[in-house]
């Protein structure tokens, strides 16, 4: 029995309980997990990778993977206060997903993933995502959330993007000056005075509802482009946090940026609508 999608980009290399989709196109090569349904590596040809994957990332499917580009759906964060006991960033990551639509040109290869298991644990509350990737010499994420239910959702998400940014001390996001952010570690807000630079921990939700995002590194830059979102978060668990988890490798923190983009801000999700949000990135 074999009804996996075939294509000549596409190779499935398997793990004991789901594959990794492998994409080798002539502008770009990409990973995409089928557990979680998320990226883990995009590399535009003859240029470098650009996602961060921790050396230490549990693969087997028992926990979400630790580095790629993980989805939180249908929250960001802890969850909602109706049920605390649920994992924080929602069920998305730890699901498994099915590719159910290929297509490949000379310019591009669009993939899309639906989680029947995601679906079923969502039932109740009659949510659906659909994941879009298409990959090019740029990558986009595009998240698209309906609610087929009979009442109103608070919707929060983020494509929780782990970048690779080869030194921590040397990277600078110059688009969130002058911008105001909720700081998760102090619980306080502030509006950030200067390009944004990290020497310490980093969890901030930045009110940063424009597009246009430079990850500037030593040797080069991180175009980002976003759409649909309400909030640009940027986390960095630095040396402390990083070896308190056992699937971040101890240095990772030197050389991960993590920017997502986010819905943080109550965006309600009425019956019958649908709500896209994406990410693109590609390297300049
Ligand atoms: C960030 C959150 O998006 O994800 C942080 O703002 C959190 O608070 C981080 O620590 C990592 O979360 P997790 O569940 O993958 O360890």
Not at 33 to 39: D, K, R, T, V
Not at 167 to 193: C, N, R
């Amino acid at each position: 029995m074999n009804n996996q999608i075939q294509a000549d980009c596409l190779t499935y290399e398997k793990q004991q309980h789901f594959s990794l989709l492998n994409i080798e196109h002539a502008l770009f090569s990409a990973k995409v997990s089928e557990y979680g349904g998320q990226l883990l590596s995009f590399k535009p040809k003859g240029k470098r990778e650009l996602i961060w994957l921790s050396d230490s990332a549990v693969t087997d499917g028992t926990k979400a993977i630790r580095g790629g580009a993980p989805i939180c759906w249908p929250w960001f964060g802890a969850a909602p206060s109706s049920s605390p006991e649920q994992p924080q960033h929602g069920f998305a990551r730890t699901s498994r997903w099915q590719l159910v639509q290929l297509s490949e040109t000379d310019t591009e290869v669009k993939l899309v993933l639906k989680s029947p298991e995601l679906e079923q644990a969502l039932c109740e509350q009659q949510l659906d995502l659909v994941l879009v990737y298409t990959f090019s010499d740029q990558a986009t994420i595009a998240l698209e959330t309906t609610n087929r239910g009979i009442n109103d959702y608070e919707l929060s998400l983020a494509i929780h993007s782990y970048f690779d940014i080869e030194d921590i001390t040397h990277t600078q996001i110059p688009e969130l000056q002058g911008i105001e952010y909720f700081d998760k570690l102090s619980q306080s807000s502030a509006v950030l005075k200067q390009a944004l630079t990290v020497d310490a921990p980093v969890d901030r939700i930045f009110h940063y509802e424009g597009s246009e995002l430079t990850i500037k590194t030593r040797r080069d830059s991180i175009a980002l482009a976003h759409s649909g979102h309400d909030s640009v978060v940027v986390w960095n668990p630095w040396q402390d946090g990083a070896h308190a988890m056992t699937d971040f490798d101890d240095h990772g923190y030197r050389h991960m940026l993590c920017v997502e983009a986010a819905l943080t801000r109550n965006h309600i999700l009425k019956p019958g609508q649908t709500k896209s949000v994406s990410q693109r990135f590609y390297l300049i």
